[in-house]
């Protein structure tokens, strides 16, 4: 009997480890499966602004909006500041217009700041000096659209705000599909949100961000919840990269980025001279359809006479002597262009604008070593710009940093146009055909094209390529020109401008 007690005291004796041991386990488990998920972050605040002459009673709201799997649970973060007038009683004759820039990686920022939020930041309109430091120049947007059109900025996970949360994977968010069916989704919870579904809806992007707004376009017609879009406004497009990536071998880039090259040389008066701009920049245009295509894909087999011609051509057009083209193979890589154009002056330019220049320690690297002065000499009122507007206008109060732009991001990029498990031969990123398909399906869907002549990493050539081919109608696409780089609103001349294209084009 002793023992047999014996034994049952050791049998309860472990039941009861193994019990305490078990309910530890479970309440790690627990713990690990259930991530604690804060409740997003909302603010509230009301405004007035003159646009065109009315005065405009609007409020602007700043939000976290978690999007969910299909568990219903909430996996990742979009952060978006919405300017909505108020006071509207039919919203079918109000507009609404979402606003993102590209990268991938950047944040609304530069559109936010630059273009068409309620206030803006100014840098030197002439790219003649460095943005400095604080303080900068913030103006109330008198050129704004509120009048026309409520306002919803979006920073895809990975910037501004916007970040995964719960079980959410960047995985999940950065590719060009993940990425487009993200603002899709965010798109269709703030329609639905505000009762907007019988509002007009447009969509503007700027670089990528013009890919993106194809590729999400495209989305929105599916999913059983097919939303039509009115028009996409694409400022410095990105439809097919083959037209804006300088890589050799590229045969396309060597031609799309020929007149840009032609037209800040024009601007630095290294070429030109004497002649209008666009004078030039069509003289240049002809040359690279019917002379420089066909010398390209000649290559070896040209004679030494034709190569001399050629060279002679480009030398004529880009203001570099005609050794360095000869030496160049007749093929000028947009990086060295940018550190040869101004050698002689010991100056690189820019790539998101030709009119900007540096002056670099290494004068004779193989492009800028200090990276785009279009970037670095804009980029710290931009971002200072932003932060204090959110903060003293907006009243956001938040525990994390404002991401302008996220190199992880396009570090860990998906390109892949398709899903996995499917068969895939690398090549450019190209989703005009796809614009050209969802264009014939919404026969209401219009686009505006607005072109920096000075933009050398998204050529106006390429942007006049692109939609000759990939069976877009032409009929339904407006073409703008302006004379300022890939963010041409930076030049106060191009952001007036800038502003009454828009304005028509939302109003036709």
């Avoid at 890589?333 to 030709?354: C, N, P, S, V, Y």
């Avoid at 492009?367 to 971002?383: F, K, M, N, V």
């Avoid at 026969?443 to 390429?462: Q, R, S």
């Avoid at 696409?477 to 084009?505: C, N, Q, W």
Wanted: glycine share 6%.
């Amino acid at each position: 009997m002793k023992n047999t007690k014996m034994t049952t005291t050791i049998r309860l004796t472990f039941f009861s480890i193994f019990l305490m041991f078990s309910v530890a386990i479970s309440s790690q488990k627990t713990s690990q499966d259930s991530i604690s998920v804060p409740e997003p972050a909302l603010f509230f605040t009301n405004h007035q602004i003159t646009n065109e002459g009315k005065e405009i009673r609007y409020k602007a709201i700043a939000s976290e909006t978690y999007l969910k799997n299909n568990s219903d649970e909430p996996v990742a973060s979009i952060w978006s500041v919405a300017y909505v007038q108020e006071g509207v009683r039919n919203y079918a004759n109000r507009p609404v217009t979402f606003v993102f820039n590209g990268g991938p990686g950047s944040a609304s920022v530069w559109l936010h700041m630059g273009m068409f939020g309620p206030k803006l930041v100014k840098v030197n309109s002439d790219a003649k000096e460095d943005d400095g430091a604080a303080p900068y120049n913030l103006v109330v947007n008198t050129k704004g659209l509120l009048d026309l059109t409520d306002l919803v900025f979006i920073d895809p996970v990975g910037t501004g705000y916007s970040r995964v949360i719960g079980k959410g994977t960047v995985e999940d968010y950065w590719g060009i599909n993940e990425d487009a069916n993200s603002i899709a989704k965010f798109i269709r919870l703030w329609i639905t949100e505000n009762k907007r579904w019988f509002s007009p809806k447009f969509i503007a992007g700027e670089s990528f961000g013009t890919n993106r707004a194809v590729s999400v376009a495209n989305v929105l017609e599916g999913d059983g919840q097919n939303m039509a879009l009115n028009g996409l406004i694409l400022i410095s497009q990105a439809l097919d990269y083959a037209g804006s990536t300088s890589r050799h071998d590229n045969i396309t880039s060597y031609l799309t980025y020929l007149p840009s090259m032609a037209a800040t040389a024009w601007y630095h008066k290294k070429a030109g001279q004497g002649k209008m701009l666009e004078a030039f920049i069509e003289e240049c245009r002809t040359y690279a359809y019917n002379s420089y295509a066909p010398a390209l894909y000649k290559g070896s087999l040209l004679s030494e006479v034709e190569r001399s011609q050629v060279a002679e051509k480009l030398s004529y057009f880009t203001g570099l002597d005609k050794g360095y083209i000869l030496r160049s193979d007749l093929r000028i890589l947009m990086r060295r262009f940018q550190k040869e154009l101004l050698a002689d002056q010991g100056l690189a330019i820019g790539q998101l604008d030709g009119r900007f220049m540096a002056d670099e320690v290494d004068k004779l690297s193989d492009g800028p070593h200090l990276g785009d002065p279009s970037s670095y000499q804009i980029s710290a009122a931009y971002t200072a710009a932003l932060n204090h507007y959110l903060a003293s206008d907006l009243n956001v109060k938040m525990d994390r940093p404002y991401i302008t732009s996220n190199a992880k991001v396009y570090k860990n990029w998906n390109w892949r146009p398709i899903p996995k498990g499917k068969q895939w031969e690398p090549s450019y990123v190209n989703v005009a055909r796809k614009l050209a398909e969802t264009m014939r399906r919404n026969t209401e869907m219009k686009v505006l094209v607005a072109n920096g002549y000075y933009d050398l990493i998204c050529p106006f050539f390429d942007a006049e390529y692109t939609f000759s081919r990939n069976g877009i109608e032409r009929k339904k696409v407006e073409f703008t020109y302006y004379e300022g780089g890939h963010m041409m609103y930076v030049h106060e001349p191009d952001f007036i401008k800038l502003s009454k294209d828009v304005r028509a084009f939302l109003s036709d």
